[in-house]
């Protein structure tokens, strides 16, 4: 199996053309041996929403490689780093569309949640650290598979580099957690099947409503037959003496 390479904070810094944090410019050291640990650390990436001005741009670069240092991930591409900060394109690099859902961070706050997490998917990150402006320079974590922000944001001129590891570390791992954690079995109950409403056959509806226009028409029936007849004989018809049944009642109209 082909051990998993993470970035070190300072091959961070050097991908984007800064020093090391703590050496000067083209100082360079010798990579960290790689490892495979059992299960890997949790992958951030910073977002700044917003403007993107210089300030928040380096503060975001700076909390980036802070980050990077305490053992998480980051994405390995730089241009998609640059990107998320808002940095400038300086050539075709096919993360326009990248560029684009960032800006509209804030336009609607009602589809953020949505963009943010595509964000995150498009990084491969279990959480984005978002870095705006709120008066000061504000931190908070945003969970890409529950697509919901955490409790609490850090200001960033207040907070120490340790507070702001933790802060940020506590949080991605329980955002990596979301992603490998099997899901609860439904406890839902199974939907029970409908019967079908029940009500008189269709048959008989028809039988109810014949009987009850013959009781209302069959006076105009018999009028009807004794203009047009004349006469109209009652026959009662005993022909059949064998017949068990009493007789049977027919009209017949007579001749004029």
């Known amino acids: 199996m082909t051990p998993i390479a993470y970035r070190s904070a300072d091959a961070l810094a050097m991908d984007d053309g800064r020093p090391a944090p703590g050496k000067p410019s083209g100082s360079t050291s010798a990579p960290a041996p790689d490892t495979a640990p059992d299960f890997p650390p949790p992958k951030f990436a910073v977002v700044v929403a917003g403007d993107p ?7 975001a670069a700076f909390i980036e490689t802070e980050a990077a240092r305490s053992g998480l991930r980051a994405p390995t591409d730089p241009t998609l780093r640059a990107a998320l900060r808002g940095e400038p394109s300086t050539e075709e690099d096919g993360l326009e569309g990248l560029r684009s859902i960032r800006r509209g961070l ?13 964000i995150g998917l498009i990084a491969g990150a279990d959480a984005l650290v978002v870095i705006r402006r709120e008066g000061g320079i504000v931190i908070e974590v945003f969970d890409v598979s529950a697509a919901q922000f955490y409790e609490g944001t850090l200001t960033f001129a207040q907070s120490t580099s340790e507070q702001r590891a933790r802060f940020i570390e506590s949080r991605a791992q329980q955002a990596q957690l979301r992603w490998t954690k099997p899901k609860p079995p439904s406890t839902a109950p199974a939907p029970t099947a409908q019967k079908p409403e029940t009500g008189p056959p269709a048959d008989k509806k028809e039988e109810s409503r014949a009987k009850r226009r013959w009781k209302k028409a069959w006076p105009y029936v018999v009028a009807g037959a004794l203009l047009a007849g004349g006469v109209t004989y009652l026959i009662i018809d005993r022909r059949n003496t064998d017949e068990v049944g009493p007789p049977l009642l027919r009209f017949r109209p007579g001749e004029e």
Do not use: F
Request: proline residues 5%; hydrophobic residues 25%; glycine residues 4%.
């Open 106 to 118: 804030g336009v609607d706050p009602a589809k953020d949640l949505t963009a943010y997490q595509r």
């Open 53 to 59: 001005d210089e300030t928040l741009r380096n503060t």
